[in-house]
């Protein structure tokens, strides 16, 4: 059978340098959310959103406290309460107003409700070990040809088919824990030879994860994981201190394959029905292209093609 679940996925995750002290156990939504307002404020400035500039020099990368409020029409006092993390009280009408005024995307909006008003968008607890339907698992099998694979909480790859393994390593070689984007992007040197734009997926990753975090600040083994990562990537740090959120749907990404060469493949993500921490990912390439070509030729190899990555990549050195 060529779809292969990631069984524990999640169930144990091993503590990295600086998660193993058990001081790790949450994120602070107060904080999030203090964080978030102050840089989505910091990224715009009075010509951005129609305000005249004072001459005065500005001490404050951005929109000042005071024009915040004005384009939102609340009191600075009101803001200020709120950009200190205190939204306990504030309405779902004020936070649609402040986010117009920092022109926040959809995704940005949802992250600012959820940190603001959190036991309204409570969910349940997961569990820690995420499960993935059997007729998901038939899916992938039947998609052999095209690379897909499940993901879930915390960026964790839950399954895959034989030619996801095949483009992207073998995931049923790596430790349960390894098996998560996160890990793979910032801690494994082969993922910045495999994706040309790596800033581009790394800035993905994290973005997904910020939006984690909204949902779950009371996950553990998120707090741990993110603590693992700020130990040991600087580039994590730096990404993660902007507090950009994004949610991933589609688009394009070029990559440098070990055996198959460079190739530009098409990505849609589908959030899956009845549990929507899980999301369906799938790649493709355009009809006719030498993409299409080499994913062809890495779908025969299948999990071959991960076994060779190692040799070729030495070849190539």
């Known amino acids: 059978m060529g779809t292969h679940p990631g069984p524990r996925t999640g169930s144990a995750a ?26 989505r404020r910091a990224r715009l400035k009075p010509a951005d959103v129609g305000l005249a500039e004072h001459g005065r020099r500005r001490r404050v990368p951005g929109l000042r406290r005071e024009e915040l409020a004005q ?9 200020t309460r709120l950009e200190q993390g205190n939204g306990r009280n504030v309405s779902v009408e004020v936070l649609d107003a402040i986010s117009g005024a920092l022109e926040l995307s959809d995704a940005e909006h949802a992250h600012l409700l959820h940190l ?6 409570r969910r349940r607890p997961a569990p820690q070990r995420q499960q993935v339907r059997p007729a998901l698992l038939e899916l992938l ?20 088919n034989r030619t996801a ?3 992207f390593g073998d995931w049923a070689a790596r430790a349960s824990q390894e098996r998560n984007w996160a890990r793979i992007a910032f801690l494994d040197p082969a993922s910045r030879r495999l994706f040309v734009d790596w800033e581009s997926k790394a800035y ?9 975090a909204g949902l779950h600040a009371d996950d553990p083994l998120l707090a741990a994981l993110i603590a693992e990562l700020s130990m040991r990537s600087e580039d994590f740090r730096t990404l ?57 030729l890495l779908a025969s190899w299948g999990a071959d093609a991960s076994r060779d990555r190692p040799a070729a990549a030495r070849g190539r050195a």
Request: aromatic content about 8%; proline content about 6%; hydrophobic content about 35%.
């Open 14 to 39: 091993v503590p990295g340098p600086g998660s193993g002290s058990g001081h790790e156990r949450s994120l602070d939504p107060r904080t999030e959310l203090s964080e978030f307002l102050r840089t």
């Open 71 to 79: 384009l939102a029409g609340v009191s600075v006092a009101y803001y």
């Open 165 to 167: 393994c095949a483009l």
């Open 116 to 121: 603001a008003k959190p036991e309204q968008h």
């Open 240 to 296: 993660w201190a902007a507090h950009d959120v994004k949610r991933k749907s589609h688009g394009s990404m070029r990559m440098m394959h070990p055996l198959a060469g460079e190739l530009t493949l098409r990505y849609e993500t589908f959030t899956l029905p009845g549990d929507q921490d899980q999301a369906l990912e799938t790649y493709h390439a355009e009809p006719g292209s030498t993409s299409e070509e080499a994913l062809r």
């Open 204 to 212: 993905d990753v994290v973005g997904n994860l910020r939006l984690d």
């Open 141 to 160: 099998t039947a998609m052999e040809g095209i690379p897909a694979y499940v993901w879930g909480r915390r960026t964790d790859v839950l399954a895959w």
